[in-house]
């Protein structure tokens, strides 16, 4: 027992030592950065204008929307698009849907969308199939109209995405650098007045989106499923299906575009909003995809150091974030219940402690260190946003564990299918919303999903 609790002690410092290195380091990084760039952390929350800025005249951007039975949010999708993104053009993939989808994008679209219909077998394959077939369409147009590859945009946008208006034409700024071969838009949660909803917008708009902030330093920010834009001439460096069959196809082609040397970023000037998920099942079956994929990247670390074109900070930071479940969200999930099981059914003598004095105690103090980072981590999201008075937020803080625990059973599930090599792609379930159908630019503005 005693070299049991000498190992758990040293791997609850690993913990220590990765968790400060990686993710404080980010996460502190990318709070200067997002108080630089807009004068405080809540800043990047009201990026609405009256006006969405049109597109710049040497600038294409084309909008891939991929959608399997979207008939609940792709309309407001569209009209969101239509009127709050002046000048892109939009090509909606139709993955085999069933439903009204197809119907519902004939009628809300214009000369501006284009739909593309898969049928079975080659349907409902994964995003990454139906994200390929739709820029085939893009490259057709590109060469049909004589486009420069360099000034074309290839945005991914979910069927429930709506972007601040203007984003396409700001993140066009971020492309001017040719290093720049891929841009992701921080996420919100729309609606976050439920306490569930409100923990996936703390995740999403705080500590994930600071954390992408912060890997802006190394051009390495990760990219995402919603909100994602790419140079079509980065992506076709990658070849000719550069979305990948991996159940994070958004994380693979992130990873790709850095091992060929593409800085990848983001921005305090646009954002995506999106639905979060009620039902604590498929809340952690789309956790289980995540972590699935996340985890299993880590076959990439050898393409990411044996190529010369990836910078050392960036190969780092990326080698980081793939370990991370391995590093951190695994093995501390050993180490939390170690601590309260050995204070339960032994005398803790050897268990990890904080402070002199009996087992009870330390467990208290360690189990307290939980609760101060769930109450720092919704101090921070009541400073990002203007959502929640402080005294909900301070009241709300304690459930922030259940995102902790919601990581560590995603993540073991995860491992249980990477072993087992089982694991599919699940579509996000979708809530009804009301149509926007009057007063459509003051609809756009208010991407957060407030009533107009």
């Not at 909008?63 to 407001?76: G, Y």
């Not at 971020?174 to 996420?187: C, K, N």
């Not at 995740?203 to 902030?213: D, P, R, V, Y």
Request: hydrophobic share 45%.
């Amino acid at each position: 027992m005693a070299e049991l609790d000498r190992i758990t002690q040293y791997i609850a410092v690993l913990i220590a030592v990765f968790t400060g290195a990686y993710n404080i380091s980010l996460l502190t990084l990318g709070i200067v950065l997002a108080h630089r760039a807009d004068g405080s952390l809540r800043g990047q929350s009201r990026p609405t204008y009256e006006r969405p800025v049109a597109l710049p005249a040497d600038w294409s951007v084309f909008v891939l929307v991929p959608c399997l039975n979207e008939e609940r949010v792709i309309a407001n999708t569209l009209r969101c698009l239509l009127h709050g993104q002046p000048g892109v053009r939009i090509v909606v993939v139709d993955d085999g849907s069933d439903d009204a989808t197809a119907r519902i994008v004939h009628d809300v679209g214009g000369d501006r969308v284009t739909l593309v219909r898969r049928a079975p077998p080659a349907a409902r394959q994964g995003k990454g199939a139906a994200l390929n077939a739709g820029l085939r369409t893009v490259r057709e147009r590109a060469g049909k109209e004589r486009l420069d590859k360099g000034r074309v945009l290839v945005c991914v946008l979910d069927a429930d995405g709506r972007m601040t208006p203007g984003a396409a034409s700001r993140v066009t700024e971020l492309f001017a650098d040719p290093a720049v071969g891929g841009a992701q838009l921080t996420v919100r949660i729309r609606d976050s007045h439920r306490w569930v909803l409100w923990l996936q917008d703390l995740e999403f708009w705080t500590l994930s989106a600071l954390t992408q902030i912060g890997r802006t330093a190394t051009g390495t920010v990760s990219m995402g499923g919603n909100g994602q834009f790419s140079r079509l001439s980065a992506l076709e460096s990658i070849g000719p299906r550069p979305w990948s069959d991996s159940l994070t196809e958004d994380l693979d082609l992130g990873i790709s575009l850095a091992a060929r040397g593409w800085t990848v970023t983001s921005t305090t000037t646009a954002f995506v909003s999106q639905q979060g998920l009620t039902s604590p099942r498929r809340l952690l079956r789309q956790r289980t995809r995540w972590y699935h994929g996340h985890m299993s990247a880590i076959t990439r670390l050898p393409d990411l150091w044996t190529r010369t074109a990836v910078g050392l900070p960036g190969r780092i930071e990326l080698t980081g974030y793939l370990l991370s479940p391995y590093l951190a969200t695994l093995p501390f999930s050993i180490v939390q219940h170690y601590v309260i099981l050995r204070a339960l059914c032994g005398d803790g003598a050897g268990m990890p402690r904080l402070m002199s004095g009996p087992a009870w105690l330390n467990v208290l103090v360690w189990q307290s260190l939980s609760f101060v980072i769930c109450l720092a981590s919704a101090l921070l999201h009541w400073r990002r946003t203007d959502d929640l008075p402080l005294w909900k937020a301070v009241c709300w803080s304690p459930a922030v564990m259940v995102c902790m625990y919601l990581g560590f059973a995603a993540g073991w599930r995860a491992l249980w299918q990477i072993i087992t090599r089982r694991g599919h792609w699940t579509k996000t379930e979708r809530a009804v919303e009301a149509p926007l159908t009057n007063g459509i630019p003051a609809a756009v503005r208010r991407t957060h999903g407030d009533p107009p």
